[in-house]
């Protein structure tokens, strides 16, 4: 881990992070790492352990307007290690990228975010407001004692924050090309169509479930559940398994099970979903059960101040003008959202999260670095005056 260093501050701290098999729950001293730095800068570090996951929650200052940089220290496993190019725990640089499991997902942003913070409070020692980072070991796990437990921990102090950025690698094509201000929200069903079992040749005698539900699948499948807005897609209702039957060829089955998931729009509630699904389900006379799990609420930050300041920092270190998007998968954005009313996203392409050979642009990572400096100037700095 003692790699010899590059002059470039943000690339030195990625490849210790790398290094560390963080894959998830387990944080592997990423956090003992990251407070080590942060804690010569004034920051009152608090370790918020629970349930096998390890977080941090660390501030400097107690003024407002409080700045939060959130991410996560656990990366997904590996896939067979043989299939890698190079070892995803030995940083390894080649053709104008860093490869590592979590190099862009997201242990670039977490490097970024320190180096960013310790250049601005060097240019800005007294600044107005304060700064925290919210990091978790659980992200892409269960994420049931990582930033829920955090978000929790401040709500019950009354703490609230006023500007979040979150590192998830948000860029398409190149850096700085997406900012994500919104998700959707997530919410999952598993519907239990009820028959009667019975021999095939006989299906007087039975009922049918496949047969039963058909309809009702194709008109949930049917339905226009609103147009979308400004900033969010059309919301979407998908299946993704159906069962049934026993496996053989002359057996009508006594049930039917069917998950399925809304992606959804801040123009709904999950309640109003739930509430249209059932009413096709009783309109087509079907003895059921249902099951629902809500993965997250939507959340959505309109153009404003922490929009305007990112857009302004991306501008300034690339001369590019992201564009705001809500689409992809649900992140931890959607539990901080409810102690932050302003929640963006923004990090690296993430053309190879998750993939083998994951890896980054080497040419993006001090630049990714400066974009977080500079937003926190646009957010806590008056302008000087020329």
């Not at 990423?30 to 407070?35: K, N, V």
């Not at 407002?64 to 070892?87: C, I, Q, Y």
């Not at 699904?277 to 079907?286: F, M, N, Y």
């Not at 809500?294 to 270190?317: H, I, N, S, W, Y």
Request: glycine share 10%; proline share 7%; hydrophobic share 40%.
């Amino acid at each position: 881990m003692n790699a010899p260093q590059t002059g470039n501050p943000t690339l030195d701290l990625t490849r210790e992070l790398i290094a560390r098999t963080s894959v998830t729950p387990e944080d592997a001293g990423c956090l003992e790492l990251i407070a080590a730095r942060l804690a010569p800068l004034g920051f009152v570090c608090e370790r918020l352990d629970g349930g096998g996951v390890s977080n941090l929650w660390a501030r400097r200052g107690t003024a407002r307007p409080l700045v939060v940089f959130a991410g996560h220290t656990d990366v997904v496993p590996t896939g067979p290690l043989e299939a890698w190019t190079s070892n995803p725990f030995v940083p390894t640089e080649r053709d104008g990228h860093l490869f590592g499991r979590g190099a862009a997902d997201m242990k670039t942003s977490l490097a970024a975010f320190v180096t960013s913070i310790e250049d601005f409070v060097a240019s800005h020692p007294e600044h107005p407001g304060s700064i925290a980072l919210l990091l978790t070991s659980d992200e892409e796990g269960d994420a049931t004692h990582g930033t829920t437990l955090v978000v929790d921990t401040l709500k019950a102090r009354g703490e609230t924050l006023d500007y979040c950025i979150v590192g998830e690698p948000t860029s398409v094509d190149t850096l700085g090309d997406m900012i994500k201000n919104g998700r959707r929200g997530s919410l999952s069903g598993k519907l239990t169509v009820k028959g009667v079992q019975g021999h095939i040749a006989y299906p007087h005698l039975a009922r049918n479930p496949i047969h039963l539900a058909a309809p009702a699948l194709a008109e949930l499948a049917s339905v226009t559940w609103d147009a979308g807005n400004e900033y969010f897609p059309p919301t979407s209702w998908q299946m993704s398994n159906i069962k049934a039957g026993t496996g053989a060829t002359n057996v009508i089955p006594g049930t039917l099970e069917v998950m399925f998931n809304f992606r959804f729009a801040t123009v709904h509630t999950a309640d109003a979903l739930k509430a249209r699904v059932h009413a096709i389900l009783d309109r087509h006379g079907l003895d059921y059960e249902l099951a629902w799990t809500l993965g997250g609420k939507p959340f959505l930050t309109p153009r404003g101040t922490l929009v305007d300041a990112m857009e302004q920092a991306v501008r300034d270190t690339l001369a590019i003008t992201p564009e705001l998007s809500t689409t992809g998968g649900t992140s931890d954005g959607r539990f901080i959202a409810e102690i932050c009313p302003q929640v963006v996203e923004f990090g690296p392409v993430n053309a190879t999260i998750h993939k083998l050979d994951e890896c980054v642009a080497l040419e993006a990572i001090a630049p990714l670095s400066t974009i977080y400096r500079r937003t926190l100037e646009n957010l806590l700095t008056t302008p000087e005056t020329p």
